[in-house]
């Protein structure tokens, strides 16, 4: 049943304010949320974790050594 002529629904029109609202919230929440703080600690200890690699030095017995 359609509504009459001038009368206004006004139950999506609250859902629709309420979602904006509740969306608002949610993105402050976000936005004002600590940020990740990866400081000097943080790059010695990816440094530290890091696999590396030692080779000796090479030297010639035959020939000049170059």
Known sequence: ?????????????????????????????FGLAAPASADISHHQWINDIQPRASVGTVTSTVGNGR
């Open 1 to 29: 049943m359609k509504p009459a002529v001038g009368v206004v629904d006004t139950s999506m029109k609250k859902f629709s304010i309420a979602s904006i609202v509740a969306s608002g919230f949610a993105a402050a929440l």
